[in-house]
């Protein structure tokens, strides 16, 4: 994975925790429901996009 595209999964997972954790002190528990849902696939996205681009490098 090239270090641009791991510093943009790094920082927007990032963000999506913080907003977790904001909206657990603006106690609105719908947007923190939300929030750990995008943040889990969002993650679980850049995990299939890693697998794949060392899957695509690997070939001969």
């Known amino acids: ?3 641009p595209l791991a510093l943009l999964f790094a920082v927007v997972g990032t963000l ?3 907003g977790i954790s904001l909206f657990i ?3 609105q528990p ?5 929030c750990c849902i995008v943040s ?6 850049g995990f299939v996009v890693k697998a ?5 490098n690997s070939r001969p």
């Not at 794949?52 to 695509?56: E, F, G, Q, T, W």
């Open 1 to 3: 994975m090239s270090k």
């Open 30 to 34: 719908w947007l923190v429901l939300a």
């Open 52 to 56: 794949k681009i060392r899957k695509r």
């Open 40 to 45: 889990l696939g969002f993650i679980g996205f």
């Open 16 to 18: 999506l925790l913080a």
């Open 25 to 27: 002190a603006l106690r």
